[in-house]
């Protein structure tokens, strides 16, 4: 089977555009199939604060009401999809900017209103996803970069976590492609010691994944990120790779980088 | 060989959403191969305004500083672009957003500095326009449509003009597809008469396009658009059209719609 990594980024690569820059060169040196999927960082909340739309955040979310959608959509899908095609163009890489709307290959369902109203955030429809039709763009010579953008079929765009966009495509795709989904966060990897960088974990199972939350190693904002991790290891995933973006390139040097997840160490 | 329709809209379909949601369904309903070009509108002055960056225009054109490069890129690139995809998937017409970085489909150098400098404007490198990659993908199912952005192939987006763009992907694919080129403005076609919006002249050329000239029919704001129609077409494409988007089912039903510009009447 074809290999694909699936790469998301978040605010701490795109924020910085040394960091960005590398990181593509890193991303487009990789072989085999790459998609890349990518949050918004700091301008989305600097571009609604200069337009005196109020930024909302629960729980790290964004609430996104009629006027923050319309940042999104400008910042998520063309200032920085945009600039992260050109730039991968002028490395050779043959870059398409895409939003789940493009191609229909992502839908999602507007968050039904409970306790809180996240406003324009859309839930994934999981069996939505078409691995198909992005299979056949990356055949075609072309590398996926998904912004943080769905829509629910109906003409709405909406809002929608990078994370979990980066984890439902890894799924839809696993069918056709040995898929590693690859997390770049501010961190080397998983740390046995928070305040030693270089305590990574190189490799968790389940087994070791539920020792170390015995022990307290793994704990607080660490656990959705790596529950979600197995959910989809479940689901046909090969790996998940947390790491940090620096060191991407240990990669095509075939180093250890960061810390995998699998089925089986 | 198949047709191919390529049709640019401008901001008299943009900034009015009845207009613009008329329009699309009567896009979706066209048969074969189809094209959508959009421009600006007026939400990237109003943002400019918003933001107090100064909008200059020289003989309509806009004058691209590197802020007014991030409005654009946002406005076209992201919110307009992903919202008429997203309304177009809705009318089951699978759209896929495009500037001409994606993909590398279209090439263009920033304008030199002469008398004025236009700044991040781009004109489009003709030759590089990749009608063998958008055939592929209209071959496979998508509907490109094309917002006013280029690259340089080094990393930079470009503002271009999209009627430019429109032109360049017409002459660019009339090798493969049968190739018409639709312009939709505020009047129903070329008018003998301007005050009479009924006195639509319904097929122009060259021959008959002198005779309008010296007759003073056609004159100046309407020449660089026939001149630049006549040019496409002398470069392969089978006909330019120019009319009224609100008119546009008329295609459907085969009545006659706007001007057609063409080698032979």
Do not use: W
């Not at 900017?97 to 999981?126: C, H, M, Q, S």
């Not at 539920?210 to 990120?225: F, N, R």
Request: charged share 25%.
């Amino acid at each position: 089977m074809k290999t694909l990594n699936i790469i998301k980024i978040g605010g701490n690569v795109i924020d910085n555009s040394e960091n960005l820059y590398h990181f593509l060169k890193d991303f487009t040196a990789l072989s085999g199939y790459k998609i890349l999927v990518h949050g918004g960082g700091k301008v989305a909340t600097q571009l609604a604060e200069t337009l005196g739309i109020e930024t909302k955040l629960v729980d790290g979310r964004r609430i996104t009401d009629i006027e923050t959608l319309r940042v999104v959509t400008m910042v998520y899908g063309g200032l920085i999809n945009k600039n992260i095609v050109a730039q991968l163009q002028h490395f050779g890489n043959n870059a398409i900017g895409l939003t789940g709307a493009d191609g229909n290959f992502i839908r999602a369902t507007k968050r039904p209103v409970a306790a809180i109203d996240y406003g324009f955030v859309g839930d994934i429809d999981e069996k939505s996803v078409d691995g198909e039709g992005i299979g056949k763009l990356m055949e075609a010579g072309f590398t996926p970069v998904f912004s943080a953008l769905t829509h629910d079929g109906e003409g709405q765009l909406l809002n929608t976590n990078a994370d979990t966009i980066a984890s439902a495509l890894a799924v839809a795709l696993s069918g056709m492609f040995e898929t590693t989904l690859i997390y770049c966060f501010e961190k080397k990897g998983v740390l046995i010691d928070i305040n030693d960088d270089d305590s990574i974990i190189r490799d968790i199972d389940p087994v070791r994944y539920e020792e170390l939350k015995k022990k307290q190693i793994i704990h607080s904002g660490m656990l959705p990120k790596l529950d979600n991790a197995f959910t989809a290891i479940a689901c046909g995933v090969k790996a998940v790779v947390i790491g940090r973006s620096d060191d991407l390139g240990e990669l095509k040097q075939s180093k250890p980088f960061g810390t995998r997840l699998s089925k089986n160490i």
